[in-house]
């Protein structure tokens, strides 16, 4: 009699355990129908490099000036490390010249940036049609 009541509990918990399977692929197969159309309804990418009057030139030069502002960020940030290596390890320590080169390619990168992000605003300003007078 007690082989019959735990095995009624083995069928229960095999029946149990196949449900949560099924929830599991169930959950699965929701996730990836969700990427997949996700995927499917993303919007038309930009051209970053195009000049081209139909492209959003405005949001390619903010995309542009953000990317400098990181750039900035990154050359202060090892600046401020150029500093601290130095105080720890002396002026001539391997660290402190890499720093100090990282920060200056970083200040030109954000300023090769800026140039292209003005070059993209300089075209919006210009492609801009003016309303119509009535």
């Known amino acids: 009699m007690i082989d019959m009541s735990s095995r009624r509990y083995e069928v229960r ?3 149990g355990d196949q449900v949560i399977a099924l929830i599991r692929r169930g959950l699965l197969l929701c996730f990836l129908a969700l990427a997949g159309i ?3 309804a993303s919007p038309a990418s930009i051209e970053m490099d ?3 009057p139909s492209h959003n030139q405005t949001e390619i030069a903010n995309y542009y000036h953000n990317q400098a502002v990181a750039m900035r ?3 202060d940030a090892q600046a401020t490390a150029a500093v601290r290596y130095e105080a720890l390890f002396g002026p ?3 660290l402190v010249s890499g720093a100090k080169s990282l920060a200056h390619y ?3 990168t954000a300023q090769e940036l800026e140039r292209v992000a003005q070059a993209h605003e300089a075209l ?3 492609t801009r049609t003016p309303a119509a007078v009535r």
Do not use: F, I, L, V
Request: aromatic letters at 10%; glycine letters at 4%; hydrophobic letters at 15%.
């Open 73 to 75: 960020e990154k050359a």
């Open 124 to 126: 919006a300003r210009n």
């Open 106 to 108: 970083y200040e030109q």
């Open 92 to 94: 001539e320590a391997d």
């Open 50 to 52: 195009s000049y081209d």
């Open 13 to 15: 918990k095999s029946r």
């Open 38 to 40: 996700s995927g499917c």
